[in-house]
């Protein structure tokens, strides 16, 4: 069963086109790491998956609903984390979901609930009442995930959730985004270009020039490339050299 | 509808939150108007006498005249501001998680203009209790039958201020634009001198005055201050609200609110 089905998705700006007709899908109760140097079309892929983009050519279907002719439908079932925070830093944690809750149309006896509820999942709720400006930047993203995952979506969203933070705690927010997977059988689709954060169970996609050059698990990658490491495998698509 | 409703409420009580924590707003949007009031009022009141105009019915005093104005001019200040949130929330990334929303765009737009106006509305209040004190006092029914008044011309001022702040691009370049909007709309308008004064000195600043939407929401609030209603300049407000709002929402463009991070890449 897949939570994300991307069909003949291209996309330009202008006359420079940035994606070249994607196709592929993300399965429920999996990570999906999209692989891909800067400026290969991942945060133009995600602003399409968000709505921020409209959908130029192909057709985007999250949890059976089309983004382009039932798009409020579609964002019910999307939880995102963006790149850069987009949490209020003056408001406390509990406030800042709250919020979230409120632009779901959650009452507040509902969003209550989902928040004591996410807020626990997170091992976050000695720390509900205090300003998002006090936290470290782990605990940060964990909020961002605790408010994607408030509203239940079937895909969870992440733009280079890891981006900026320590060695530990990109190791934590890992293995926590695969546990999630697990528990609650979303699927994850994660932006990345740091090779080391990918795991043996991962659906990978390599995104080059806006082109889409490997799809599969990473055995099935493995065998079709004969090469012993993903990250060679990476370096050949994307024509980098390998660390 | 409940969805809406609570909708609603949380983007009001957001707003009311982020207003709450930047208390020193509340404090430079009053000291502003007070100075005008205590120290340019003081300055004035000899040179420029009031005649009798509707919706006075006596002589009055140049504090009374532009308790108004200033009590417009707290709005507009306070529109241009939320305004400049926007483009502020747009470069920081928070507006995506607005747009990201399930709830239509319109309607997340309007939540927030209508927050923003009800913030504005309360600061207003405030001031009018230290004019109060200070000796200008509108009839006390007035101050209730302004409250529609005022809600109107916060409506116009923000639909102005979220038009704007759709043409910038980013924040550095909104100062210019305040210049250029928030002062040519102040002080082209009836705020601090009635317009015939203006026709006396001249006949197309007078013109400009008269065709500026700040005149009639100023006169709007004078009004309905002194229990008196103004129907062409609720009108002329209730236009301007309409095509601005409407323009804003058509040109409100969500790709602008990634564009920041996909340039850094």
Redesign the interface.
């Known amino acids: 069963m897949n939570a994300l089905h991307v069909n003949d998705v291209s996309f330009s700006y202008g006359a420079r086109q940035v994606l070249h007709a994607l196709n592929f899908t993300c399965p429920k109760g999996r990570l999906t790491a999209l692989l891909g140097p ?2 290969a079309g991942k ?2 892929l995600i ?1 399409l998956l ?4 409209p959908i130029q050519q192909g057709q985007i279907r999250v949890s059976d609903h089309d983004l382009n002719h039932a798009p ?2 579609a ?2 079932e ?1 939880g ?1 984390v ?7 830093l ?2 406390s944690v509990e ?1 800042n979901l ?11 006896s509902d969003a209550k609930l989902r928040i004591n509820a996410e807020l626990k999942r997170q091992h976050l709720t000695d720390r509900r009442h205090d300003k998002v400006r006090l936290l470290n930047g782990g605990h940060r993203r964990r909020v961002e995930i605790a ?1 994607a995952l408030l509203h239940n979506p079937r895909l969870l969203l992440l733009d280079e959730a890891s981006a900026g933070l320590d060695p530990a705690s990109r190791q934590a927010l890992q293995t926590h985004l695969r546990s999630l997977c697990q528990e609650r059988d979303i699927a994850v689709l994660s932006t990345t270009h740091l090779l080391d954060e990918i795991a043996p169970e991962d659906h990978v996609l390599i995104l080059h020039q806006g082109a889409l050059v490997a799809n599969g698990s990473i055995e099935a990658i493995q065998a079709q490339y004969q090469q012993q490491s993903l990250t060679q495998i990476f370096a050949q698509l994307t024509e980098q050299e390998a660390k | 509808m409940k969805a809406y409703w609570y909708c609603l409420s949380g983007i009001f009580r957001r707003e009311w939150l982020r207003f709450w924590q930047q208390r020193t707003r509340l404090f430079s949007a009053l000291v502003r108007p007070l100075l005008w009031l205590i120290v340019f009022a003081a300055g004035f009141r000899a040179a420029l006498g009031i005649a009798i105009i509707a919706p006075y019915d006596t002589y009055i005093t140049y504090e009374t005249y532009i308790v108004p104005g200033l009590a417009c001019m707290i709005l507009l200040f306070h529109g241009m501001q939320s305004s400049l949130s926007m483009v502020y929330d747009r470069e920081m990334g928070s507006m995506r998680i607005l747009l990201t929303s399930p709830q239509p765009r319109s309607f997340l737009l309007i939540c927030k203009l209508m927050a923003s106006a009800c913030i504005s509305i309360v600061q207003v209040y405030i001031f009018l209790a230290i004019t109060w004190i200070y000796g200008v006092q509108p009839p006390l029914l007035g101050l209730l039958s302004a409250l529609p008044a005022l809600f109107m011309v916060a409506l116009m001022l923000g639909a102005i201020g979220l038009l704007l702040s759709n043409g910038i691009r980013q924040l550095e370049n909104f100062a210019g634009v305040m210049n250029f909007v928030i002062f040519p709309l102040f002080f082209l308008s009836s705020a601090l001198y009635p317009l015939w004064k203006m026709q006396e000195a001249s006949l197309w600043l007078y013109w400009i005055c008269r065709i500026n939407p700040f005149s009639h929401a100023v006169e709007l609030v004078r009004y309905a201050l002194y229990l008196q209603f103004n129907t062409s300049a609720l009108l002329v407000c209730t236009a301007t609200t309409l095509v601005c709002l409407i323009a804003a929402v058509l040109t409100f463009n969500p790709k602008r609110t990634s564009l920041r991070s996909s340039q850094r890449k």
């Open positions: 800067n400026g945060s133009t602003s968000t709505c921020l983009y409020r439908l964002l019910r999307l995102v963006f790149q850069q925070s987009t949490l209020d003056d408001l406030q709250r919020y979230h809750a409120a632009l779901h149309g959650f009452s507040p408010r």
